[in-house]
Every structure is written in C-alpha cells, then in structure tokens.
C-alpha cells in the first residue's frame, strides 16, 4: 500500500497512508503518513464510534493538507479499547489464510 | 506516543515486514505538494479491505487465491461515495471481516467525509472512491501497470486533489 500511494504521488496526486504499521510504511518510503495502534482490518477505529473514525478521518487530512516534507509521520494518540489479548485474536481470519496454511505445513514438512 | 506498528501482529510474521526496507526501485523522495486550502479541496478515499458492491461488481477472486496462496486479485472497484453496509461485500482471506460488513466506514469513511464536505471541513468528497484487496504478490507488478495508472486516471477524472489511503 505505501507503493501505490508512491506511484500516485508521483502522477502528481497528493497521497496519506492511515496505518497500523507506520514504521513499514515509513521503511517502504511513503510520502505521508498516519500511523494507528489498531488491529488490523480497524484504521478507522471501532465499529460504530463515530467521534473516533471522525478524530482519525480529520489527522488524515491534517497531515495531508498540511505535511511540509516528504517522510512526514504523526501518530494517533489513543489506546485501543479492547484488551489485546482479545483484540490480537478478533481481527485474524477464523481460518487461516491459505499463503499461512502453507507456511504452516511447510514447516510441519521440515519438521518431520 | 509512538505508535507500536506490531502490536497486533503475530511474532512469526514480523520478519516479513520489519527491517525490509524500500520496495525494488522505489526509493527516491516522491512529493506532490498540497496546493489548495483544505476547504477548497476534493478528496478521495482508498481501502485495501477488498470491499465491493454487491448489487454490480464482482468480489474479489478468493477462489484462485486459495488453489494460489501467493497470488492476491490485484484488480479494483469504485465504490460510490453513498455506498452503505447494506451496499457492500467484502472478500479478504486474512482478516475477520465482520467489523467491516458491520461498519465499512473504519475502512472506507465515505459518510463521515461526505459530512466533513457538508460542514465545509473540505471543499468536496469525491463521487467516487476506491477499493483493493490488500494481499498482493510481493512484485506487484499488475498494480504497477494496470490498476495504479488506472486509479490516477478516475482521480484525474474527479478532479481529486488528494488520496487518503488506508491499508485493512
């Protein structure tokens, strides 16, 4: 995501990622960035918390208004509000992906 | 407060993002200075959530992801800026997408940014915005010739003065 929003910047569209991972958006050199401490498939926030999808919604456009330099970072100031155990869990997929289904037997594989 | 960006990742997956550092040939600065006043602006919104509508468009092609597990749909829909739950699928292979379905906007917030337009926060929202589905092969090659020069095409149609995209 951080390169297709460098490959529309560079057609001369001004571009933020929102993001739960700001420091491999940083790493892959995105132009402007929002970074989230959300669990993934969240960079809005809750479902149905309105204030806080606005709160991230308005950053966005902060820093995409008014970044002054390339690599421009802020982060979003707030705790998710879920304990992360149950957060770390709620996101993932009940089942697994099929490229972590791979991974995964391939490493029973090796082990065997 | 800096943000932990692996706080909700599983440990064994962290050597896959962390410390890889730019994407092939994709280092240099990149900038497009944001010119008008944020009142005067049009904006639009991306998702890499693979939403879609599902009265008109296809889902995303999880079916050959699953006999392919390194390949993802690099395709992409416009999704409209009135577009509500009720309007919307989502397909994505490695998220519970249940939050989405319910409230599509902590992916895509096409209401809250019609209303930030509404109040005069910005000039416009675009008519419409843009979905993916995040999970791509590592060369990205489809979304480097054909859906990114696609999506700078509709921007330039709308007019769009700028882009918040969101990765799910």
């Known amino acids: ?112 | 407060m800096i943000v932990d960006s692996y706080r909700f990742l599983p440990r064994s997956f962290r050597p896959y993002y962390e410390g890889r550092g730019p994407f092939h040939g994709e280092t240099e600065q990149v900038w497009a200075p944001f010119e008008k006043r944020l009142n005067e602006a049009k904006i639009a919104l991306l998702t890499s959530a693979g939403v879609f509508m599902r009265e008109s468009q296809q889902p995303f092609d999880v079916e050959r992801e699953q006999s392919h597990p390194e390949w993802g749909d690099p395709s992409w829909r416009a999704i409209p800026a009135g577009a509500g739950p009720q309007d919307v699928g989502v397909t994505h292979l490695h998220l519970n997408t249940a939050d989405i379905q319910a409230d599509p906007e902590i992916a895509l917030p096409n209401h809250l940014l019609s209303q930030l337009a509404a109040e005069g926060v910005i000039g416009a929202a675009a008519e419409g915005h843009f979905a993916v589905m995040g999970y791509q092969d590592r060369h990205l090659n489809d979304w480097r010739e054909k859906t990114a020069p696609e999506i700078v095409a509709a921007l330039r149609d709308e007019q769009a003065d700028g882009l918040i995209l969101a990765p799910a």
């Open chain 1, 1 to 112: 995501m951080p390169v297709l929003a460098r490959w529309i910047e560079r057609a001369g569209i001004p571009t933020v990622v929102v993001t739960m991972m700001p420091a491999v958006a940083e790493e892959r050199r995105a132009p402007r960035i929002v970074g989230v401490e959300f669990p993934f498939g969240h960079p809005f926030g809750v479902a149905g918390d309105k204030v806080m999808q606005r709160r991230v919604l308005e950053l966005a456009l902060r820093v995409l208004a008014g970044a002054g330099a390339f690599g421009t970072r802020v982060d979003f100031d707030l705790e998710w509000p879920v304990p992360l155990r149950e957060a770390y869990h709620a996101w993932q997929p009940a089942e697994p992906s099929p490229i972590v289904r791979k991974l995964i037997e391939a490493r029973r594989g090796s082990n065997a």
